[in-house]
């Protein structure tokens, strides 16, 4: 069974109708609290600790059967799009497709738990800790509840949600990794786990669904060993756990698209657990994942004729990289231009003399050239694209 774009065509459109979290990359608690509230779930939330600037950090349950998932979400504050897939997920699972779901599992979801850090859109917690290197110290309030809930809940399989930069390739290629896995190492040696190889299973099974509807556009992340990362922890308790990224899909800087791919991917995953298939999925296939590389960037700007002195450019060519700022309730894409550009490419391709007028006048300009550039740009670019 397929959990692709086209199966899920019907779910989303139905339910995409009152969606408003397509709006914004910026998913504050509030919100996603009036999200939940249209939806009438924000009663079925239960509060399991508060942050450092005391927000309610939530959790919602689904499902009565034996097998334990706990999937969690923006321990990166500025990590939205796995969060709007989790909460596609709590919806899909009260529908009866799923009713073999809520019959062999009980899913434990933390939709936000770094809520200060969504709310302000950083990485960091509000104390400016990184929560998925914090898994051994537990020195923030956001680390020791989802301990105590994994100490508590006693998952068979975790789920650990994230958003990745636009800057990571599937492999060499210049396809961005709308969706990239890792299933996280238990030891410095990298063995290959009961644990870690039913991880990888869920993976092979996630990666084969996507090839579907996103080929080629699957990555695995590196497995080098941290156990202050969370997962790395998880798994070195003999807890299958697989790291989700979200990432860039072409033109999508909002995301949406890759939000559907994330929700196929818990469900191809949910129903592999619900069904015991995983007994009979080889891990050879987690292997031929390509591995995530870090040469794209967001514009490359080439044909460039004119190079002012003082200007990075090289060659003829430019690259260009949004950095994601917080304004107001909505994030800026703010254009940065990238100093050193050996061996990156671009996602979008600009030809610059297509836009000979807006290059020279920029060029001319008395103002500093490159805030003019990076103005240029936004025009070129930014407005088409985001
Ligand atoms: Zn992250």
């Not at 709007?84 to 009866?96: E, G, I, N, Q, S």
Request: aromatic share 10%; with cysteine.
């Amino acid at each position: 069974m397929k959990y692709n774009i086209v199966n899920l065509f019907v779910f989303t459109f139905v339910h995409m109708k009152k969606s408003d979290l397509d709006q914004s990359r910026l998913l504050s608690p509030t919100t996603l609290n009036n999200f939940l509230k249209e939806y009438a779930l924000f009663d079925s939330l239960n509060i399991l600790g508060t942050s450092v600037e005391n927000r309610p950090i939530y959790s919602y349950s689904e499902g009565n059967g034996p097998k334990k998932v706990l999937m969690w979400s923006q321990m990166h504050g500025n990590e939205s799009t796995t969060t709007k897939a989790l909460v596609d997920f709590w919806l899909y699972l009260k529908t009866p497709e799923a009713k073999q779901l809520r019959e062999t599992c009980t899913f434990l979801m933390i939709p936000q738990l770094n809520p200060d850090g969504s709310d302000a859109y950083t990485r960091v917690n509000a104390n400016g800790v990184d929560l998925n290197r914090d898994a051994i110290d537990l020195s923030q309030p956001e680390s020791r509840v989802l301990r105590d809930v994994y100490e508590q809940f006693k998952p068979d399989y975790c789920f650990n949600l994230h958003d990745q930069r636009t800057i990571f390739a599937a492999g060499d290629s210049p396809i961005p990794a709308t969706v990239s896995f890792l299933a996280p190492a238990a030891d410095p040696d990298r063995t290959i786990t009961t644990a870690r190889e039913l991880a990888m299973k869920l993976i092979v099974i996630a990666s084969n669904n996507l090839q579907a509807s996103i080929a080629g556009a699957v990555g695995r992340y590196d497995d080098g060993f941290n156990i202050n990362c969370v997962g790395d922890y998880f798994t070195a308790q003999s807890t299958p756990t697989v790291l989700f990224e979200a990432g860039h899909y072409p033109l999508d800087y909002k995301r949406v698209e890759t939000r559907k791919h994330i929700l196929s991917s818990l469900m191809a995953m949910s129903h592999a657990i619900a069904s015991d298939s995983l007994e009979t999925i080889e891990t050879a296939p987690y292997f031929e994942i390509p591995e995530n590389k870090n040469h794209l960037r967001d514009i490359e700007l080439y044909n460039l004729k004119k190079s002012p002195d003082g200007m990075p450019v090289f060659g003829n060519n430019m690259l260009i990289q949004f950095k994601e700022m917080k304004n107001g309730d909505d994030i800026d894409f703010v254009p940065e231009i990238v100093t050193e550009n050996k061996g990156l490419l671009g996602l979008q391709r600009v030809n610059a003399q297509e836009h000979k007028t807006l290059m020279n006048l920029c060029f001319d300009a008395d103002d500093s050239e490159i805030k003019n550039l990076t103005k240029t740009i936004s025009l070129l670019s930014l407005h088409q694209f985001v």
